[in-house]
């Protein structure tokens, strides 16, 4: 489920000097979570535009935010994205 495994999808992003990721996407139990996980492991900070993923209910979507929140993950909403770019 993770955007990391079995792909190249780290050596491209060093290949082309990205250090950082902000993350969007659907699942947020599954794909995103998995995703973002595997992401800290290979040192990158990342950022999770809160509003732009999703779960099957709010429930699920908050717990899972809440434990990617407590591996250092910066949760943000998107109207804020141009302040965590800038």
């Given at each position: 489920?993770?955007?990391?495994?079995?792909?190249?999808?780290?050596?491209?992003?060093?290949?082309?000097?990205?250090?950082?990721?902000?993350?969007?996407?659907?699942?947020?139990p599954?794909?995103?979570?998995?995703?973002?996980?595997?992401?800290?492991?290979?040192?990158?900070?990342?950022?999770?535009?809160?509003?732009?993923?999703?779960?099957?209910?709010?429930?699920i979507?908050?717990?899972?935010?809440?434990?990617?929140?407590?591996?250092?993950?910066?949760?943000?909403?998107?109207?804020?994205?141009?302040?965590?770019?800038?």
């Open positions: 489920m993770s955007a990391f495994i079995a792909t190249e999808l780290d050596l491209m992003l060093r290949n082309i000097g990205v250090e950082e990721l902000i993350i969007t996407g659907i699942q947020t599954n794909c995103i979570r998995t995703t973002v996980f595997d992401a800290i492991a290979y040192n990158y900070p990342v950022t999770l535009i809160e509003d732009a993923v999703g779960a099957q209910s709010d429930d979507h908050q717990a899972n935010v809440r434990d990617m929140a407590n591996i250092g993950v910066r949760i943000r909403k998107a109207q804020d994205l141009n302040s965590v770019l800038g």
